[in-house]
């Protein structure tokens, strides 16, 4: 999808903030950069460049501090530690002053070519977010690609009072007002996607086709995903445990029937020896009907867990800026 160029800037003086999450990205931060600079370079605002250096075991800083050096638009937050890609959000969040935001993935697979767009749309609709949907997802397999539209339609069917929007991501802008409703949500076990959209306001989609990975390789494994997708399940929602109590009970009446036709049978015919191979069967299936009630249990104890400790999502071992 072109980019439009015609921004229509209604105070020049605006101070538009674009927040660049890092982990691992020595090969794509250069172009990353490149990219983002070329467009921006040609709009009528004030620019902030936030880089977040999540724990990067490369080369990343290095090449962000370079990067720095030469560009006074740019400040680099390095974190003490890996701390995920959310709670990596989170900090430039919390450090943005921009009259709004700008998320972007440092591999370019959200392109910095909508920038513009996603300006055009803040100011010709008055939203509060503009949200990146994307309609192709080039370099992702089928399977990716097949879970992923899974997972929308499971935590859009289950979650409480809230509806993500399907095939989005980070990549959106929001204005002053939703920043600072976000920096007011401080839980632990954070999944960024439900939050941008349980903060409500007036949200609006920007369609555009997703590129893969200019450089490098995801640093998202299937197992990841999996955790991410059990974050934003057990955030928003409390039917898991809803559905434990529902087997549970549905169960019990079955096993009470069950219960009144043997003792009935063995009044009425006697004692019959055979049987062993049934009740075997039942007592696993009631065993793992158990275990995973109790695993959906864990799963909302261990956030319970997390919230009560109150430590700080992050912390920031060094900024660099002009």
């Not at 937050?77 to 990596?88: C, M, Y």
């Not at 007036?202 to 555009?208: F, P, S």
């Not at 104890?301 to 109150?310: A, C, N, T």
Request: aromatic share 12%.
């Amino acid at each position: 999808m072109p980019a439009r160029k015609n921004v229509k800037a209604i105070n020049k003086k605006e101070t538009i903030s674009i927040l660049v999450p890092c982990y691992n990205e020595q090969e794509v931060i250069d172009l990353c950069h490149k990219e983002i600079t070329s467009i921006i370079d040609n709009l009528p605002y004030n620019f902030e460049i936030i880089y977040i250096n999540d724990g990067s075991s490369d080369e990343t800083l290095d090449k962000l501090q370079k990067i720095q050096k030469k560009d006074e638009r740019v400040i680099v937050i390095n974190l003490s530690r890996n701390f995920g890609k959310e709670a990596a959000m989170t900090a430039g969040i919390d450090n943005v002053s921009g009259d709004a935001l700008i998320i972007l993935d440092a591999d370019l697979q959200d392109p910095p070519a909508l920038i513009p767009d996603l300006i055009n749309m803040w100011k010709e609709t008055n939203a509060d977010v503009v949200y990146g949907q994307r309609l192709v997802r080039e370099g992702e397999t089928w399977f990716k690609k097949f879970t992923a539209n899974g997972f929308y339609k499971v935590i859009n069917f289950i979650a409480s009072n809230v509806e993500i929007p399907r095939n989005t991501g980070d990549f959106r802008l929001m204005n002053r007002r939703a920043i600072d409703a976000l920096i007011q949500l401080r839980e632990k076990h954070r999944f960024m996607k439900g939050l941008f959209a349980w903060i409500g306001y007036k949200q609006v989609a920007l369609q555009y086709n997703r590129a893969p990975r200019a450089a490098g390789e995801t640093k998202w494994s299937y197992v990841g995903l999996w955790k991410l997708a059990m974050e934003g399940i057990a955030g928003f929602s409390t039917t898991p445990l809803r559905v434990a109590s529902f087997f549970g009970l549905i169960i019990s009446i079955l096993s009470f029937i069950f219960a009144a036709y043997i003792t009935i049978r063995t009044i009425i015919f006697g004692i019959d020896v055979p049987g062993w191979a049934t009740l075997t069967v039942m007592i696993s299936f009631f065993s793992g009907i158990q275990l995973l009630s109790i695993g959906i249990l864990g799963e909302y104890i261990g956030r319970i867990f997390g919230e009560v400790k109150k430590r700080p999502l992050y912390f920031i071992e060094n900024i660099y800026k002009k």
